[in-house]
């Protein structure tokens, strides 16, 4: 059964840079593909990206410009870096797996527990 | 960009049958994944390719897709069911979710 968790600062500063982990154990970042969403304090889910690894990662095209996913294999971890953030950022961050099946992507499977960010000064 | 469009809210009485709807543009076209979220829990998956029910997830459960209307139903809904509903098909690379449906059982 694949676990996953994500830490981050918590509280970031407007203009700033947020970064955040996720830790994934029960399975390799290697053979599947993972994906970051976040979901807004009004409850709205949003995708933010998703990567196959060693593949590039795809970004959703309203983020696209702010955004960043990789992984390290080694650590078996996911990061998401997220540029110029603002209160619209304000959200709890979930990594999650993504079910592939006949090649293409299905569902999100599994999902960490999320990390909650808040951006305020 | 694709918009999936989901009811705010549903009700329910114990033991009948409640019926989620998402509608897009042709959505039939993509497969269609449905995601139970309780207060204060992550998201879980409870259906994926339209109909395929995941591992643990009661037979109550079932999921269609036409037209341009998904539908997840739950038959003999019970209390626990009470949670909120997402939708949520590919559009390309990019995953896309409903706005979510707050399912009431009383």
């Known amino acids: 059964q694949v676990q996953l968790n994500e830490s981050g600062p918590g509280l970031v500063k407007p203009s700033e840079t947020l970064s955040l982990t996720c830790t994934v154990s029960?399975?390799?970042?290697?053979?599947?593909?993972w994906s970051w969403i976040r979901q807004s304090p009004e409850k709205r889910l949003e995708f933010i990206a998703y990567?196959?690894?060693?593949?590039?990662?795809k970004y959703n095209p309203s983020l696209k410009s702010r955004v960043s996913m990789s992984g390290d294999p080694s650590k078996n971890q996911l990061s998401l870096r997220l540029n110029s953030v603002t209160a619209a950022d304000t959200a709890t961050y979930y990594c999650?797996?993504?079910?592939?099946?006949?090649?293409?992507?299905?569902?999100?499977?599994?999902w960490g527990q999320g990390s909650l960010i808040t951006v305020s000064s | 960009s694709y918009e999936l469009t989901q009811p705010p809210s549903v009700s329910v009485s114990p033991g009948q049958t409640a019926s989620i709807t998402c509608s897009g543009d042709?959505?039939?076209?993509?497969?269609a994944s449905w995601y139970q979220q309780k207060p204060g829990q992550s998201p879980v998956l409870v259906m994926y390719?339209?109909?395929k029910r995941p591992s643990g997830i009661p037979g109550r459960f079932s999921g269609s897709n036409s037209g341009n209307t998904a539908t997840l139903t739950i038959s003999g809904t019970q209390p626990l069911d009470e949670a909120d509903y997402y939708c949520?098909?590919?559009?390309?690379?990019?995953?896309?979710f409903g706005g979510g449906t707050r399912l009431t059982v009383l």
């Open positions: 949520q098909a590919w559009d390309g690379t990019t995953g896309v």
């Open positions: 042709n959505l039939d076209n993509k497969y």
């Open positions: 390719q339209d109909s």
């Open positions: 029960g399975g390799s970042i290697s053979s599947s593909c």
């Open positions: 990567m196959c690894y060693n593949e590039i990662p």
């Open positions: 999650a797996r993504i079910l592939v099946d006949a090649s293409m992507l299905q569902a999100f499977d599994s």
